[in-house]
């Protein structure tokens, strides 16, 4: 009984996950689109949020849904590690995009930016590897990154013709880079040194910027 119990539970929430993945991935093709393709993209958002809604209705606690009920000594230790790993990945980006090494004046970008890298830090590192690793420790890791690799890549494809982006760079890194941020919370038990590196990235790289990129906010 308690297998067929467990065995339960995991499906409902794989099921959970994949409706969650689904309302996203509605959200990032029909964003950039045109007045009725932003009312679609809407419902897909309202899809997710209302499956996580869910899940923070059915937990003894909000935190535990987004991975930040755990706190000890190894959330600061590895917050400022995640500070470093973020300060450096964002000078080299900014090297590699021929930007100022360091970044000029700050900007509204400087606010904007790190929030939407923290909420997508919440879903798909808190939430989303959060409630796979129940299943399965390291594959949630993984998955949580291609999740947010397959988010980020229909981010990209939705965008306008002649925005020129260096695509395949972009979701390499978004890959490899989600795999650290997912060993970052591992290691750490909670999702907030992923958020503060994910973060930390955003406003070094993209903190003097006069407008929000264009994959970002096409």
Not at 82 to 92: D, N, R, T, W, Y
Not at 174 to 191: D, H, M, P, Q, W
């Amino acid at each position: 009984m308690f297998s067929i119990i467990n065995l339960n539970n995991r499906i409902f929430v794989l099921l959970e996950l994949f409706l969650t993945l689904i309302g996203l991935c509605i959200f990032a093709w029909f964003i950039h689109g045109d007045r009725f393709s932003f009312i679609i993209a809407m419902g897909g958002l309202i899809l997710a949020s209302s499956v996580i809604s869910r899940a923070i209705i059915k937990s003894d606690s909000l935190l535990s849904v987004f991975g930040l009920d755990y706190w000890s000594k190894k959330t600061i230790i590895y917050s400022g590690i995640g500070i470093f790993i973020g300060i450096i990945l964002a000078l080299v980006s900014r090297y590699a995009y021929k930007l100022s090494f360091i970044p000029g004046i700050l900007t509204f970008v400087v606010i904007v930016s790190p929030l939407i890298g923290m909420t997508e830090e919440l879903i798909f590192r808190g939430y989303m590897q959060g409630r796979l690793r129940k299943i399965h420790i390291i594959s949630s890791i993984y998955i949580a990154a291609a999740s947010h690799t397959l988010y980020k890549f229909l981010v990209l494809r939705s965008l306008p013709d002649g925005i020129r982006i260096h695509f395949f760079a972009l979701i390499t890194l978004t890959f490899g880079v989600g795999i650290l941020l997912g060993y970052l919370r591992e290691l750490s038990g909670n999702a907030l040194p992923a958020m503060i590196m994910h973060a930390t990235f955003d406003i070094v790289l993209y903190g003097d910027f006069t407008e929000m990129p264009e994959w970002v906010w096409g």
